[in-house]
């Protein structure tokens, strides 16, 4: 069972609210990825980190911000939520340099109202 | 762009059948080539990989895959199926940089 964590699980608020989901990972490692998967489609990719301090934009356009201060916590944040935001948000982390083998969370299924 | 089709969406199979998900990915250069799988209520895990070498590659629970070049296909088989095999799998490709590309999935569900 790989070590990477999300909160909150499940959660359901309504249009505007500031939210923030949670991912942090105790492997050590370099690389992290949020993912927005719906129903029958691809994972794809909204951000990643090559480590402290990098984040990109992955190939979704996403209205969410993420951060990375710490090696091992990579949040993602929603400003002001739409009910165009309601998927479910998985976190992924890999290693430097391990051919991308990505670990992954259990994901955040969020719905707005 | 680069894109992985998967063929099946859906698949129903009754137990110590024969599984075959099949798996074509748009890229032309050297690639990196994965199957993940999703068990009811589980996390998203790696089943199997291919970076290089023997093109026919192991992976758990007597899942393969085979790599053909010529065909930009990454197919993944069992030879007999059982009812725990019931998942959702994801066939990847990581092609000449850092983002994975995963296919829609395809639901395996098998009767027991």
């Known amino acids: 069972e790989a070590d990477i964590y999300q909160t909150p699980r499940y959660l359901v608020i309504g249009t505007g609210k500031k939210i923030t989901l949670e991912c942090s990972q105790t492997?050590?490692?370099?690389?992290m990825y949020w993912y927005q998967q719906d129903p029958g489609m691809e994972l794809h990719l909204i951000h990643y980190s090559y480590g402290v301090n990098s984040t990109e934009k992955g190939d979704l356009s996403s209205e969410s911000t993420v951060s990375r201060i710490r090696t091992e916590h990579f949040p993602l944040t929603l400003e002001s939520a739409r009910p165009s935001h309601t998927s479910q948000y998985l976190c992924?982390?890999?290693?430097?340099?391990?051919?991308?083998?990505?670990?992954f969370g259990p994901g955040t299924r969020l719905t707005v109202l | 762009a680069q894109s992985v089709s998967q063929h099946n969406h859906h698949v129903i199979l009754s137990e110590a059948a024969s599984l075959e998900l099949g798996c074509n990915y748009s890229?032309?250069?050297?690639?990196?080539l994965f199957w993940y799988v999703q068990y009811p209520g589980q996390h998203l895990q790696l089943l199997l990989k291919y970076f290089s070498g023997d093109p026919l590659v192991k992976g758990i629970k007597g899942f393969e895959a085979e790599f053909i070049k010529s065909k930009f296909s990454f197919n993944l088989r069992k030879p007999s199926v059982q009812w725990s095999d019931t998942a959702e799998y994801f066939c990847?490709?990581?092609?000449?940089?850092?983002?994975?590309?995963f296919g829609a999935g395809t639901r395996l569900f098998v009767k027991a």
């Open positions: 992924a982390s890999s290693r430097r340099g391990d051919y991308n083998e990505q670990f």
């Open positions: 990847a490709v990581e092609a000449g940089g850092f983002k994975t590309i």
């Open positions: 890229y032309g250069g050297t690639v990196n």
């Open positions: 492997m050590g490692h370099d690389k």
